[in-house]
């Protein structure tokens, strides 16, 4: 690195300028942010001191370490409000539903020279924001009962401008209802239904849900009605996938699937992950997440017969579960610009799991007030 750096300020001595100084600052930025070591290739490191402001505009200011370099092109600002819910329903009497909300502000900012962006959040009056953290390009005073400026020079990459986690909420999107009964030692009866909220928009990007079998064996035949989309057989031979699509299309914003299921008792060859999901993961990890589904269903003894559950996958946008919204008529550039700016909504399911209403169920145990 050293010799690096000598053969970068070399041809200047020694009449040095603040423009040399300013070039060195970006290679060091560039290979050396916050102290530590994130890129040793040269070549690379010219290539950004190359293209930087330095080179491109009168230098007015130093620049920040994440942004090492300009960014050249049509000019735009995106803002999405992610919200993320995690969610287990259980239909049981002596067993309430549960689920928690959390979310976050994702910036992407192509934009020329060195701008100083300033936005405006506006935090919703219910349910109540929890907590509030930025990333540490934001400068901003941080209450989650009023409204929060926040002033960020941003990087090239797209970046989390905040996240924030949400109190107790009264609903969630999507309210699930699962029964399945056994008929025979290898048929059994199953009846899903899905309700969309009806403050959500009715927009998704996927919808899916997973009706695993554990310890049954392998599918054999299925008899199934459903209100919307369509169902496939998981190449395991022990899951149905129920590929919901973009929109409820039933009335009153419902979807139903019942159906009928025969199993033949053999065991599964098959891999236990799909075409589409082997497609993003490495060998090395399908190996160890196989590997986890197996270990799941031989050391589960709870999830039998009639002990068993859905997962649903889905992302909705143009929604929000808290309320969280960005002022649109406040988000200003320095120097000023003409710049497209997008505000986007959307929420997704990182862990949605409805139980079977007909067999027992997993919780935990909250503990008695002062206990």
């Not at 035949?221 to 899951?239: I, N, R």
């Not at 399908?286 to 799941?296: G, M, N, P, R």
Request: glycine letters at 6%; a neutral charge; hydrophobic letters at 40%.
């Amino acid at each position: 690195m050293l010799e690096d750096v000598s053969s970068l300020i070399i041809p200047y001595a020694p009449l040095y300028k603040n423009i040399h100084f300013a070039e060195l600052n970006v290679f060091l930025s560039s290979a050396l942010p916050f102290g530590k070591m994130l890129e040793s290739n040269s070549t690379l490191l010219k290539a950004y001191t190359k293209h930087s402001y330095l080179h491109t505009e009168p230098l007015l200011q130093k620049c920040p370490s994440w942004r090492p370099h300009t960014f050249k092109g049509r000019q735009q600002l995106d803002l999405t409000i992610r919200e993320s819910i995690v969610c287990v329903q259980y239909d049981h009497p002596l067993v309430a539903d549960t689920w928690m909300v959390s979310g976050s502000v994702l910036c992407r900012a192509e934009l020329e020279g060195l701008p100083e962006v300033t936005a405006f959040v506006v935090p919703p009056a219910s349910p109540d924001i929890n907590f509030i953290s930025v990333d540490p390009c934001v400068q901003a005073e941080l209450n989650p009962t009023h409204t929060n400026k926040y002033v960020f020079v941003p990087p090239l990459d797209p970046f989390n401008l905040c996240t924030y986690g949400v109190g107790q909420m009264n609903k969630i999107p999507l309210r699930g209802f699962y029964q399945m009964k056994e008929i025979s030692p290898n048929v059994v009866k199953i009846l899903v239904q899905l309700k969309l909220d009806g403050d959500i928009n009715n927009q998704f990007e996927y919808c899916v849900m997973h009706i695993p079998f554990k310890g049954r064996g392998l599918i054999s035949t299925v008899q199934m009605s459903p209100t919307a989309g369509s169902v496939a057989l998981d190449p395991s031979h022990t899951m149905l996938v129920w590929n919901i699509g973009q929109k409820f299309t039933g009335r009153n914003l419902e979807v139903a699937l019942p159906a009928e299921i025969s199993f033949n008792g053999e065991t599964s060859t098959a891999p236990l992950l799909s075409s589409a999901t082997l497609g993003w993961l490495s060998p090395s990890a399908v190996a160890a997440t196989e590997s986890a589904i197996l270990e799941e269903q031989r050391n589960d003894p709870f999830c039998r017969e009639e002990n068993t559950y859905v997962k649903l996958y889905f992302k909705l946008v143009g929604s929000s579960l808290s309320g969280l919204t960005m002022d649109t008529k406040r988000i200003s550039l320095f120097p000023n610009a003409r710049v497209k700016i997008g505000i986007e909504n959307e929420i997704y399911s990182s862990s949605y799991t409805i139980w079977n209403s007909l067999g027992q169920v997993k919780s935990a145990v909250q503990p008695y007030p002062g206990k």
